[in-house]
């Protein structure tokens, strides 16, 4: 039986969004964010570093300041991230959630796509970006999430965030609402989860 669900996505899809409506209507707990501060206490290690490999567009001096932490900081966050899975009833947005439990049979991995001009709006939207300015900004900070998101899957798993074949469901966005997103998650989950 799937009782894990890890939602992974481009800056824009409505990923926040959607995982909570899902983790919502399931009853499950949505995890996050809060993975890299739980790894980060239970390791001893500086949240800002753990965040900044998981999070943030890495420079070469990064990665060769990060070389052998990164490991250590991987180890962390995955051991919380495996925790969390063990619980079952949960939904994982992002930290690479699902490339680090792929082996496990409860898995269900979902990722959210949409086109990039649709994404600028809905970032420019959403942080209340006004004009042809707010739209620059919001196109500057999705081709940094992207970049930064395909980095970390490079750096930290050797995969192509957007592959296809890492997921169970890539669902487009661009043309749906929430609710439809949602909708669509839970139709492909239910005929799978068993």
Not at 126 to 146: F, P, T, Y
């Amino acid at each position: 039986m799937k009782n894990v669900i890890t939602i992974s996505r481009q800056m824009g899809s409505g990923g926040r969004v959607i995982s909570e409506e899902v983790a919502g209507r399931l009853g499950w707990r949505l995890v996050g964010k809060n993975i890299i501060s739980e790894a980060a206490r239970r390791a001893g290690l500086d949240e800002t570093k753990v965040e900044r490999v998981f999070e943030k567009r890495l420079s070469l001096q990064d990665r060769i300041t990060f070389q052998q932490k990164s490991a250590k900081y991987l180890d962390a966050v995955t051991k919380v991230v495996k925790e969390e899975a063990k619980k079952g009833n949960v939904v994982i947005l992002g930290r690479g959630a699902h490339v680090m439990l792929a082996e496990d049979p409860r898995l269900f991995r979902v990722h959210l796509v949409a086109q990039f001009d649709c994404r600028i709006e809905r970032v420019a939207a959403l942080n209340k970006l006004k004009g042809q300015r707010g739209l620059d900004e919001a196109r500057r900070m999705v081709n940094e999430s992207d970049y930064s998101r395909a980095a970390f899957h490079n750096y930290l798993f050797g995969v192509d965030w957007n592959d296809p074949l890492l997921y169970e469901m890539v669902l487009n966005t661009t043309d749906l609402t929430q609710q439809q997103s949602v909708d669509s998650i839970m139709a492909v989950f239910d005929a799978v989860a068993g």
